[in-house]
C-alpha cells in the first residue's frame, strides 16, 4: 500500500511539474504575443507618421515644381527680350 501511495505522488508530482511547465509555456506565449503586439502597434504609428511626412514632402515637391516652371517661364521671357534688343543693337543705323 505504502509503494503504491508512493507510486500516485509520483504521478501527482510528475503531473504537476508537467502543468506547471504548460503555465509557463502558455504565459511566455502571451507575453510574447504582447511584445508582438506592442511592436505592430509601433510600426503602424511609424506607418502613420510617414506617410504624413510623405505628404508633405510631396507637396513641397508640387510647390517646388511649380515654381521652377514660373522662373522657368520668366527667364526664357528675359532671354528673348535680351536678345531683342541685342538684335536691334546689331541692326544698322541703331545707336547704343
Known sequence: MADT????????DGAVGQLEFAIARRLEGERRRGDLDTELQIMQDDRARLAVELDGALARLARMEAATQDVGRRVRRAAAVVREVVARADQPGVRS
Do not use: I, K, T, W
Not at 5 to 12: F, K, T
Open 5 to 12: 501511495l508512493e507510486d500516485a505522488l509520483q504521478r501527482l
